[in-house]
């Protein structure tokens, strides 16, 4: 009777359990099925808002740029946006300045240029309050209070030293002949490019092999969208095809890269290119690109953060950071792969 | 709980469990149709971000519109359509985020905000210059606002863009979820009522076990068994009620019948105790005649008789003693043995010679017997006191001589003995009341040797094993009475045959 009782009991509970189970698996099942989608849990707030408008952010150098700047921002509690992936149309750099200023952000880091256009929004946005840091190209004569740049002169010497090995190489081969070494610059050649021409020039005069070098300049029109490869493969077309091209940016070096294979000029056209994005690597460990001259993207991201972060703390900061620079040949092409690979 | 839910009346047990079941169903049911009804609430409200934004890029086309009209054409009605506009406008945007936060649409909604705000501030000083008439003042300003007007208007349809993709994303989501949701409602449902079935089930049949084993136990009463194991009842309810009712009835019936077989063997003792008394006092009686008279003494005594008339030569004396003599020797011999039929008539032949000296030969005995027969085995005392009888009541009360004729004779198997007389005979009414026993002589005759027909009659019953032995005829007043003895045949008489 008593075990009856008990027995009941259990059963009785049982039942209850299992139905409640049952319900509540299922009631549960279907909230956690539709509050997963939601981001709204999982929302955090930061103290800053920087906007990165940059040349290209579709190029691996400029996200880079964008991935240290990011990183380092989320370090210190910044939100660091590329302000032109918000938008579905092609806004030019002074648009997207018109809209980081009107749109109030904490801070702005710009690929500027010597134009009176980019100065006066620059300086618009100094009056304004919002801090300025020129990033890879400066306005030297607006408001911004730093520039992080890449010291065209080291550029320049680390160019020109690779070139004159190359040459000599050449020299080596066919003493009689002269070596056409030209040098990618913009249509309207910004102060960093001429500098790194200059820098260029005079490593070539000083040194031995001086008398067989022709150093020259091809300006790349880079106002419109597809112009850079169409004036490159102009250099092929033309009679006199150089024995070594220099190129300044990631996107003439990857243009001068597809036009040496497709103009079949593997071996006769050295390239010394920039940058270290996975298309540029694999045309070093090719041997068809001789190498590149790598920037230390995450840190020019880092410096700008920082420059800014900087200013906000202590009203002033440097007015010029150096990133370093790597060169990146066949020998050491294969660190760089795994780092590449290991998404550094 | 569970003992008082128990006693409970089955009624309400089956209304509880009901109930019970059916608040489960509707428990789970309305929680189920509660979230099926917030996936649908989410579906419907998926796309009122996109809705709101909407609203937004109309209100500021009104701004946007109602500066430009005011600078055509400058009247009241466009600064009031402005004023109504930028007020909207501002109430719109005000709604929208203004932190920073990692999710994109939030970081848009916020600048879309600030802008708004500058848009805002530009259209009024545009709108103030056009009032202070300062044309170039206005014209740079509006040039200004414009351009801010479509840098927003490009932001909103931007974030638009992005939130209708993520929005059709999710009402895809939803969708799918509300047609698994359903799925999975039902297969809850289904769930629910299955374990709810087995419930009810369960609770049936603990509420019908006890009633079923008042069943099984009722049809055994009926069949008469009531040495059945009884079940205490398990609940107060109508079949405890049932149960122990049934239980105490049954017991009730055990006593009843244990009272009738007590009362029974009480009267069967009785009966068994008045018996051993009769026999007892037979037995006394015996023991006072045997007392009164030593038989070997009367015998011997009867022979120094026997000697005495002889030497006196008295024949008829000497015969009488004689026969006296052997009466007793046999009374004294075969008292209660087995003997031969032939044995018994002879006693009978001594018994009437001894009677017709005393009553001077009024009795005349005949005998027709088949000497075959003779040999059978009998109880001794059964004829003589039947003769006896024939005498004392038949014959000895009439006028005119009496007869009595003694028949051996074969009838199939049977031997039968017949013994008639031609008395006064016997009403039917006092053979009955002889043959089964009811009748009793008052005391002993003195003329009798002690031995009544009913005593004759239980001992050939008992000796035979069967009651069918003798049977009494009398054909009516003063016809006579014939007493008949049937004896089975057995081997012995066959092989003397």
Same mark, same amino acid.
């Given at each position: ?11 009785? %509970? ?12 299922? =009631? ?6 539709? %509050? ?55 806004? &030019? ?5 018109? =809209? ?10 710009? %690929?500027? /240029?010597? %134009? ?52 000599? &190489? ?5 003493? /009689? ?8 610059? /913009? ?101 068809? =690109? ?55 | ?16 469990? #009901? ?50 009209? #005011? ?49 805002? @501030? ?7 210059? @056009? ?91 009926? @069949? ?88 006196? $030569?008295?024949?008829?004396? #000497? ?10 020797? #046999? ?100 053979? $009955? ?60 008489? $066959?092989?003397?045959?």
């Amino acid at each position: 009777m008593k075990r009856r009782i008990s027995k009941n009991y259990i059963f009785f %509970s049982l039942y209850v359990v299992l139905v409640l189970l049952t319900a509540f698996i299922g =009631i549960r099942f279907v909230s956690v099925y539709f %509050s997963d989608g939601s981001n709204q849990a999982n929302q955090e707030i930061y103290d800053k808002y920087y906007v990165v408008i940059s040349d290209d952010n579709q190029s691996s150098f400029w996200k880079s740029v964008y991935e240290g700047a990011y990183n380092y921002g989320l370090e210190n509690n910044v939100y660091v946006e590329d302000l032109a992936t918000g938008f579905s149309g092609d806004l &030019s750099k002074e648009e997207l300045m018109r =809209i980081a200023i009107a749109s109030n952000v904490d801070g702005i880091l710009v %690929s500027a /240029d010597d %134009s009176k256009e980019m100065t006066a929004l620059i300086d618009e946005a100094a009056s304004k309050g919002i801090p300025v840091v020129t990033l890879y190209n400066d306005a030297p004569n607006s408001k911004r209070i730093s520039y992080v740049g890449v010291g065209s002169y080291n550029i320049g010497t680390e160019y020109g030293r690779q070139a004159l090995s190359v040459a000599k &190489s050449i020299y080596a081969e066919n003493p /009689d002949e002269q070596i056409n070494v030209v040098v990618l610059v /913009d249509s309207v050649p910004s102060t960093d490019q001429m500098m790194v021409y200059s820098t260029l020039q005079e490593s070539f005069e000083k040194d031995a092999l001086s008398f067989r070098l022709n150093l020259d300049m091809v300006k790349i029109d880079t106002t419109n969208t597809f112009s850079v490869e169409e004036n490159i493969r102009d250099v092929f077309l033309s009679e006199d095809v150089p024995d070594i091209i220099i190129c300044l940016s990631e996107l003439d070096t990857t243009c001068v890269y597809q036009a040496v294979v497709d103009y079949n000029q593997v071996g006769k056209v050295n390239i010394l290119g920039y940058h270290d994005s996975v298309t540029i690597l694999q045309g070093i460990e090719r041997g068809i =690109i001789n190498s590149s001259i790598r920037i230390d993207t995450q840190q020019m991201g880092e410096y700008s953060v920082n420059a800014l972060l900087e200013y906000d703390r202590a009203g002033f900061t440097n007015q010029y950071f150096t990133v370093d620079i790597d060169v990146i040949n066949s020998y050491t092409v294969s660190a760089y792969m795994e780092d590449s690979a290991n998404g550094k | 709980m569970a003992n008082k839910y128990r006693d409970l009346p089955i009624q309400i047990k089956l209304t509880i469990v #009901y109930i019970f079941a059916s608040v489960l169903i509707l428990i789970v049911n309305t929680s189920l149709l509660f979230g099926i009804n917030s996936v649908l609430k989410r579906l419907e409200s998926t796309y009122q971000e996109n809705l709101d934004l909407n609203e937004i890029v109309v209100s500021l086309n009104d701004v946007q519109d109602s500066m430009t009209e #005011y600078l055509n054409v400058k009247t009241t009605d466009a600064l009031e359509n402005y004023y109504i506009s930028e007020e909207n406008y501002r109430s719109k945007i005000e709604s929208l985020d203004s932190v920073v936060s990692n999710a994109v649409n939030s970081r848009m909604e916020r600048n879309i905000k600030y802008m708004s705000e500058e848009y805002l @501030k530009e259209v009024s000083q545009t709108i103030e210059a @056009k009032r202070g008439r300062n044309v170039e003042k206005y014209r740079m300003r509006y040039e200004k606002a414009t351009q801010l007007y479509e840098y927003i208007g490009s932001y909103i349809d931007t974030l638009n863009n992005q939130q209708f993709a993520e929005n059709s994303q999710n009402f895809v989501r939803l969708s799918k979820g509300l047609r698994t949701t359903e799925r999975l409602s039902l297969a809850i449902m289904f769930a629910v009522i299955f374990i709810n079935i087995f419930f009810i089930l369960q609770s049936a049949s603990q509420m019908t076990r006890p009633l079923k084993k008042l069943a099984k136990s009722a049809n055994e009463v009926a @069949k008469g068994n009531f040495d059945i194991p009884l079940t205490p009842p398990e609940s107060r309810d109508e079949v405890g009620v049932v149960t122990s009712a049934f239980n105490q009835m049954v017991g009730s019936i055990r006593d009843y019948i244990d009272k009738i077989k007590e009362s029974m063997e009480k009267e069967r003792k009785h009966k068994e105790t008045e018996l051993m008394m009769e026999t007892h006092l037979k037995d006394a009686q015996i023991k006072y005649l045997q007392a009164q008279i030593n038989p070997h003494f009367l015998f011997n005594s009867l022979n120094a008789g026997a000697q005495l008339a002889m030497m006196e $030569d008295a024949d008829k004396t #000497y015969e009488y003693i004689q026969n006296m003599a052997e009466f007793f020797r #046999y009374n004294l011999k075969k008292a209660d043995s087995i003997i031969t039929l032939r044995e018994e008539i002879e006693l009978v032949d001594h018994y009437i010679f001894i009677i017709n000296v005393r009553f001077s030969g009024d009795v005349k005995f005949e005998k027709e017997i088949d000497e075959k027969l003779v040999s059978a085995s009998i109880p001794s005392m059964i004829l003589q006191p039947i003769v006896e009888n024939c005498v004392n009541h038949g014959i000895r009360e009439m006028a005119g001589e009496g007869v009595i004729l003694l028949k051996v004779f074969r009838i199939m198997d049977n031997i039968c003995i017949s013994i008639k007389d031609n008395g006064k005979g016997m009403s039917q009414e006092m053979i $009955d009341r002889i043959l089964n026993g009811t009748y009793r002589d008052d005391g002993l005759s003195m003329d009798s040797n002690g031995i009544g027909m009913d005593n004759v009659i239980n001992r050939l019953r008992l000796f035979l094993g069967s009651d069918d032995v003798i049977s009494i005829s009398s054909e009516g007043e003063n016809m006579g009475t014939e007493v008949r003895i049937y004896l089975p045949m057995n081997s012995d008489e $066959d092989d003397y045959v």
